[in-house]
């Protein structure tokens, strides 16, 4: 995913010949022509439909600025590669989303502008956004993005299966419940459990059995812990049994959806950011839809996921103005509220999540509150500068643990990690 990025960045005297905003000097609306900027977002769904009304929203509601949404792909991958690509081009968009591991690396790399001298200017209250979501907006001191499609991993299940199969509707809570009840819920139709294997949903399992993918400085890999192999363990387990569907490859995510969809599974670990979705095809198939924390393996911890919203170096002051003015736009509380109740992403200011309309909503839709509760127990993903490329070599060493009975997983995760820990020193 980022093995171009070096080479393109490594040029970076570009940036002596584009302007980079430093300090918010120009005030959009002094200008007599509106000032047209670009937003570059991925997925589709009712992601790409939130977006588009936000942006709709946004031009209507004042005549200085013109915001056109691009999208670029139905993944954070395709939408990083497109923006390093424009950027290195030096035919950037004002606003983007980073997947919050790549913040550092940006940043590092001069490719988005640090938000403080925004903030400070207007006295901009950071402080309602919720505190377990800003570790992942920093680096170096600065802040580089603000919330903006933020997650954690859930359970998803098919409550009337479960019913059927006698063991109530309420989630597994812990890891071996969650094995015994994969056990109960397959047969010659259904799997217990299909999951995509994902870098994320793996760090959600050891997460929850009280590992780490990193240590605590990011400076060492230690995804062959005694509690991280646990994770690797309950894969190799279900998929012995023959009561776990795990999906690979580029579409790994979208397959496995398609198993619950079609309820060929009785469970799925997603997003929170599936939840509309999964709302609206329980609702067109005739099942009771349920969801759960990531069930505890002796810690319980879970990792947060998502986006963040920054703002893309060389574009003009001008342009810079403007486009802070739509990322404080999006991450009002009114429109926090509107796109969590849309979309299923957390509400990610306070104000926002205690707001008398979230709360209705809530009372309504419990499935909602699931990941707001679980937040509780929520801990940053890795931001060390070379993790995406540690993110890829980890992901092809899980694929190969989980889908060759052949392997020792220990080997292969402690060759993994001296492989990490190379690119980590670098």
Known sequence: MFKRLLTMILSFCILSSMVACSSPAVDPAASDEPITIEFWYAFGGPVEENTKRLVEEFNASQDKIIVKAEYQGGSYNDLHTKVQSAFAAKEPPAVTLNEITVIQNFAENGMIQPLDPY????????????????SNTQADGKTYGLPYLRSTPLVYYNATMFENAGLGKDAPKTMDEMMEFSRKLTNENVVG?????????????VDSYGGRLLNEEETQAVFNTPEAMKAIEFYRQGLQENIFKITTGGDATSQAKLEFQNQRSAMILGSTADLAYYTQIAKESGFELGAGFIPNGGEGAVPTGGANLVMVNGISEEQAAAAWEFIKFLTTKEQTVKSSIATGYLPVRISAKDSEEMQEFYKGNPLFRVAVDQLETAIPRPMAPNFPKVNDLLLNALTKCILDPSVDPQVVLDEAVKEANVILAK
């Open 119 to 134: 903030m400070q200017k207007e006295n901009f209250d950071i402080d309602d956004f919720i505190p377990g979501l800003l």
């Open 193 to 205: 459990l299909s999951t995509p294997v994902t870098t994320w949903t793996y760090e959600a399992l």
